[in-house]
């Protein structure tokens, strides 16, 4: 399995290599070869070469089997002209280039740190909701323009656009986790405003068809946001268009306590994605302080979602487990009477 | 002071009735003259006209001093065309006519409620924030169509639209109302991918420089919804577009745990509109059950904001806190330990 390597910017060269060292562990366990090679992205990509996403580095990802992804972003970039800073410049068009139009968001609490959150450990203990964000269409591949207003000031205008064809691809896979899952699926919009919402909920209505052993029900956005907060274990699988689901996907991370945990895999093309949701901390970058357990848990879905790997995504899945409940963690998720450990050794445990 | 009144649907009817009696009540301590005149208004207004916002609603709206909501909808009126949904047939061309740009929403723990909160007692006990929402503007006001795609199926169209006056206006009220508070306001955007988040962006920053004492920092609308949740306290004022603030003002209520709580003032126009936040629960309607202090409170930030009536609106405000205190709850905040009371009877309380 060649797999792509971009470390990103902060303390993404720091964790990318931690997953590295547990898939080869794994590879060595249940004999399988990966082979790496890695690229530039982001800030880093910026620096060398004058543009966050160089066309080496596409290439890279579009002959390889899967991506894994650290993080991009800092403020040594922030003033860049927004086409050149790493989130835009990079992260948007990179999701577009490689036909990357479902982002799969798991929020499950660990038990060993379902006291981490801010919610009620009653609330959140067990929670383990999987929401899938619509990733390549909406506002934010929309036209974008300002104009110059007669009586003065300006005005910015941009479109938001759906397809049919978006909206089912999107929906199937919803349909399809949730099958797989506890049969149960949310469909987020704001079909009482948008027409774009009234559209994708017609798609979902239509598809469900096809699943009649799923249950599909229809949430508005808002609501969603309340529900997630009011009793967030109702949920199973949710799915949504891509503005939502970047709030709401944040949302229900935060809900865990610990984002330094959760993983992401962007789905839909050739090849596949797949990084820790966290963002590349600079401030913490190059002290061994970073937590690698989200980007290992990426590594995981790599091997269960792009390569059917279901036995050693499981075993890397079990040792995260297993090192947490004998009290190692890193700084980010320390308790009370817990061990402490910097990025390299906590990967050394697992 | 003449006060239109639009029951609505649902628990309508019932909770605004009780804010009338304590207005009246608070009128004969501080020798104030109210004059009410109810009309109708969503599903009621249909049922009874065939619209949910009849002209002659308007009209009364138009030549009141303020207008008092109790709440619409309900799944009577949920198979209409959108136009004659209370909602969309409503409450934003109501919006709209009466010019009502600024949505108000407190979200403010009561220390006697602070254990209702899903969320970790000493995460919101305290809590204290006012979201302003944009109210006429965006994705809700924008060009909305359909198109038939060639190859089949469909595409939704839609715009978001602002201008640098519809901007400024709202913002103009964020940094004065951060001035009577903690002087600090929170723009939220999307700045790294959307071009009205840019323009936004740079009209509150240019307002910033006429509120100097005024503390200004700008926050992704995705790292707001997490942050509401992990420390929701960081935050005095925000101000944000239409859509966003829907998503996180319901986001913010639902952190202090009792939206039977919240009030909400829209202003702007010549006349402002008062609304509990919560909905119509046409579930518990016609028998006593619902809490009126919604609207109650909401009649307190009319008589603060609308009349410059500071002591009335603090008596009001006072009476509920201490009913709180002496143990009194409706169901949807009963506590082990305390007193359950009827809407008509927790009126009578306050
Ligand atoms: C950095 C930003 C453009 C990006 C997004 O909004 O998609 C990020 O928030 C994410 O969720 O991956
Ligand atoms: C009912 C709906 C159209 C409305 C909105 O989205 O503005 C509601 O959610 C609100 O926040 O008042």
Redesign the pocket.
């Given at each position: 399995h060649k797999i792509a390597l971009l470390p990103g910017d902060g303390i993404g060269p720091e964790i990318v290599p931690q997953a590295v060292r547990v898939l080869e562990a794994v590879g060595k366990k249940f004999n399988l070869e990966f082979q790496f090679e890695t690229a530039l992205i982001g800030g880093a990509a910026y620096d060398a070469t004058g543009h966050p996403l160089p066309e080496a580095t596409l290439e890279l990802c579009r002959r390889s089997d899967a991506i894994l992804l650290g993080a991009v972003?800092g403020p040594k970039w922030d003033n860049l002209e927004p086409d050149l800073r790493p989130?835009?410049g990079a992260?948007?068009p990179l999701r577009k280039e490689l036909g990357l139009y479902a982002n799969l968001r798991p929020a499950a609490v660990n038990p060993a740190l379902a006291s981490a959150s801010t919610l009620k450990e009653e609330i959140v203990s067990g929670l383990d909701i999987m929401i899938i964000r619509e990733l390549t269409g909406g506002l934010?591949f929309g036209q974008k323009h300002r104009e110059e207003l007669p009586g003065g000031g300006q005005k910015a205008v941009e479109t938001l656009e759906y397809s049919t064809g978006e909206i089912e691809r999107v929906a199937r896979l919803g349909f399809e986790m949730a099958r797989k899952r506890n049969k149960r699926l949310m469909s987020v919009d704001k079909a009482n405003v948008l027409e774009s919402s009234r559209l994708w909920r017609e798609v979902v209505q239509e598809l469900a068809k096809e699943y009649p052993d799923v249950e599909l029900n229809h949430m508005y956005v808002d609501n969603c946001a309340m529900q997630l907060v009011r009793n967030p274990k109702q949920f199973d699988v949710m799915v949504t268009e891509?503005m939502f689901g970047?709030i709401l996907?944040?949302l229900a991370s935060q809900l865990t306590g610990s984002i330094g945990m959760l993983p992401s895999a962007s789905i839909g093309g050739e090849v596949a994605l797949y990084e820790p949701i966290h963002g590349s901390a600079p401030d913490i970058a190059g002290k061994n302080l970073a937590n690698p357990i989200a980007t290992i848990l990426s590594a995981a879905m790599m091997l269960r979602v792009s390569f059917g790997l279901e036995e050693p995504a499981a075993s890397i899945e079990g040792a995260v487990a297993k090192v947490l409940e004998q009290g190692y963690r890193t700084g980010d998720i320390m308790q009370p009477g817990q061990k402490q450990l910097g990025t390299v050794e906590m990967t050394e445990a697992i």
């Amino acid at each position: 399995h060649k797999i792509a390597l971009l470390p990103g910017d902060g303390i993404g060269p720091e964790i990318v290599p931690q997953a590295v060292r547990v898939l080869e562990a794994v590879g060595k366990k249940f004999n399988l070869e990966f082979q790496f090679e890695t690229a530039l992205i982001g800030g880093a990509a910026y620096d060398a070469t004058g543009h966050p996403l160089p066309e080496a580095t596409l290439e890279l990802c579009r002959r390889s089997d899967a991506i894994l992804l650290g993080a991009v972003g800092g403020p040594k970039w922030d003033n860049l002209e927004p086409d050149l800073r790493p989130e835009r410049g990079a992260l948007l068009p990179l999701r577009k280039e490689l036909g990357l139009y479902a982002n799969l968001r798991p929020a499950a609490v660990n038990p060993a740190l379902a006291s981490a959150s801010t919610l009620k450990e009653e609330i959140v203990s067990g929670l383990d909701i999987m929401i899938i964000r619509e990733l390549t269409g909406g506002l934010y591949f929309g036209q974008k323009h300002r104009e110059e207003l007669p009586g003065g000031g300006q005005k910015a205008v941009e479109t938001l656009e759906y397809s049919t064809g978006e909206i089912e691809r999107v929906a199937r896979l919803g349909f399809e986790m949730a099958r797989k899952r506890n049969k149960r699926l949310m469909s987020v919009d704001k079909a009482n405003v948008l027409e774009s919402s009234r559209l994708w909920r017609e798609v979902v209505q239509e598809l469900a068809k096809e699943y009649p052993d799923v249950e599909l029900n229809h949430m508005y956005v808002d609501n969603c946001a309340m529900q997630l907060v009011r009793n967030p274990k109702q949920f199973d699988v949710m799915v949504t268009e891509n503005m939502f689901g970047d709030i709401l996907t944040d949302l229900a991370s935060q809900l865990t306590g610990s984002i330094g945990m959760l993983p992401s895999a962007s789905i839909g093309g050739e090849v596949a994605l797949y990084e820790p949701i966290h963002g590349s901390a600079p401030d913490i970058a190059g002290k061994n302080l970073a937590n690698p357990i989200a980007t290992i848990l990426s590594a995981a879905m790599m091997l269960r979602v792009s390569f059917g790997l279901e036995e050693p995504a499981a075993s890397i899945e079990g040792a995260v487990a297993k090192v947490l409940e004998q009290g190692y963690r890193t700084g980010d998720i320390m308790q009370p009477g817990q061990k402490q450990l910097g990025t390299v050794e906590m990967t050394e445990a697992i």
